[in-house]
């Protein structure tokens, strides 16, 4: 029987392309893009209204959030005004758009402060270990075993009311939430062959820390916080709506739905449509968490 040899084919690479190009050999397949699911295209859509709401209100509506109109209390939706009126008489469409601006601001500033301070303690924990450890993490457990509403109710007795005391009660009660995660993620990170390598090369302990644990760290941590962005806004909300957010006039989302609470019987769209905003602002904000997290 006689043997089948196989020689490598000696047409040089720039032939083949030519080839290619001519049609004489088949062209190699295109790789398929991942097509973006449309639910988190409706979730960056929703959050994109509500940042431009807060950014530039006017371009949205041309009514005041605060001035009432005479003789328009009640109006229930319609072309005039869309979303209806409230007791007194005060577009309820203008007031959800100058409202997002109160809500969101207290959002990002309670993520933020969650953020810095929860990285910080996790970084500490995880890098330093041993009694610091010990210490930050019977901290945590402390902060985690007290309900979050209950804390916030006692930072903003400390603090005041207003929307910016409200943003710092939230954010303290999600340092925890991040500090635990922050270590988890230090410590996973801290023992890699990378980490490993940049002590064997002469780096100092704050420069590995710096270059090497904390930005391969924080990969997790941000996709929380997009989580704890819309939580965030719930708990803004909530406080709010019990009265120790933002004071009326106002607008903001939890108020405007404590506002019309009292009238739910006779006018559902003062708290049907600011209900209905919070809901969708929150589910969008977890849609794009878990889209982080998987990229990931």
């Known amino acids: 029987m006689s043997s089948i040899s196989f020689e490598k084919s000696t047409v040089p690479e720039r032939d083949l392309a ?101 990285t910080a303690l996790g970084l500490i924990a995880g890098a330093v270990g041993g009694v610091a450890d010990d210490a930050v993490m019977r901290l945590v457990d402390v902060l985690l075993s007290i309900p979050g509403l209950l804390l916030s109710l006692s930072v903003i007795i400390l603090l005041g009311f207003g929307t910016v005391n409200a943003a710092i009660a939230v954010g303290i009660t999600s340092v925890a939430n991040f500090a635990r995660l922050a270590r988890a993620e230090v410590v996973r990170v801290r023992h890699s062959d990378y980490v ?34 819309g939580s965030a806004i719930l708990a803004i909300a909530t406080l709010s709506f019990l009265g120790y957010g933002t004071p009326p006039p106002t607008p903001e989302w939890g108020l405007l739905i404590a506002e019309g609470r009292n009238y739910i019987s006779t ?30």
Not at 73 to 81: D, E, F, I, W
Not at 275 to 296: E, F, P, Q
């Open 196 to 229: 490993e390598a940049g002590y064997g090369s002469g780096g100092t302990f704050w420069a590995v820390l710096w270059r090497h644990i904390l930005p391969n760290s924080l990969t997790s941590v941000i996709a929380f916080s997009a989580l704890q962005f």
């Open 18 to 118: 030519g080839l290619e190009s001519e049609g004489t050999l088949p062209a190699s397949r295109p790789r398929r893009r991942r097509r973006v699911p449309v639910t988190l295209l409706l979730a960056w859509a929703v959050i994109a209204i509500a940042v431009l709401w807060a950014l530039a209100p006017q371009l949205f509506t041309a009514y005041s959030g605060t001035e009432g109109i005479a003789g328009a209390q009640r109006l229930a939706p319609g072309g005039t005004h869309w979303l209806g009126t409230d007791q007194l008489g005060r577009d309820l469409y203008a007031r959800m758009v100058y409202g997002a601006s109160q809500t969101l601001s207290a959002a990002l500033v309670a993520v933020a402060l969650g953020l810095l301070l929860g």
């Open 267 to 296: 006018a559902w769209w003062l708290t049907t449509f600011p209900g209905l905003a919070v809901v969708a602002v929150v589910l969008a904000a977890n849609r794009i968490s878990r889209a982080l997290a998987r990229t990931h």
